[in-house]
């Protein structure tokens, strides 16, 4: 009886050591590093939140309850700061990683800041004649957490109101195509 009872009490503490049950928001990171400068133009990682209830609606963070109190109605946590998923908390430049650039150079010179072919050495077209590697700077940190390791949970709400903003965007209308009898009869006509 004793073991059950103290079970029971490990159970109760544990539940409110972590929030007392209150469930989590939902925080996903999307895309992958980029690893040249052409790549940094085009740059699509971001951060998208959600309810952690069974409507999983995207919501904002720091949204004490889920705006479908009809459906949902689930109260929830959010963290002051998030490990970054692009570093896996390292803190280290993904992009140096990945090209095994342990001193942060250029991969594709390799600091040499110049590429020679055909007896010409025209500037490196990857990091601008910089020679360091086009991401980080040179520094081996982190773009996106700064090499922090973290993303602060004002910065998630930041990049995911972005990427909410973004979705919202109409896209552009498309010149209908025209039906297969109208295009025999286009062909047809003298």
């Known amino acids: 009886m004793r073991l059950k009872v103290a079970i029971v009490a490990l159970g109760l503490a544990a539940l409110a050591a972590c929030g ?3 469930p989590e928001g939902v925080v996903k990171f999307y895309g992958l590093t980029p690893t040249t400068s052409g790549a940094m133009t085009q ?14 609606r995207s919501m904002e963070v720091g949204t004490p309850r889920c ?11 959010w ?18 990683e990945v090209m095994e650039q342990p001193d942060g150079s250029c991969y594709y010179c390799k600091g040499a800041k110049t590429i020679a072919y055909a007896g010409k050495a025209p500037e490196c077209s990857n990091c601008k004649g910089t020679g360091k590697c086009p991401v980080c700077k040179g520094t081996r940190k982190c773009d996106w957490c700064e090499g922090s390791g973290k993303v ?17 965007e109409e896209p ?17 006509k003298p």
């Open 20 to 22: 007392g049950g209150t």
């Open 152 to 168: 602060g949970g004002n910065v998630v709400k930041d990049r995911a109101a972005k990427r909410a903003a973004a979705s919202k």
């Open 172 to 188: 552009e209308e498309k010149p209908a195509v025209p039906k297969a009898e109208e295009k025999k009869a286009e062909e047809t």
């Open 79 to 96: 963290r002051e700061d998030y490990r970054c998923a692009y570093c896996a908390g390292t803190s280290v430049c993904r992009a140096c």
């Open 67 to 77: 705006p479908d109190r009809k459906n949902c109605d689930v109260k929830i946590r």
């Open 43 to 56: 740059d699509a990682r971001g951060v998208a939140t959600y309810c952690p209830g069974p409507c999983q």
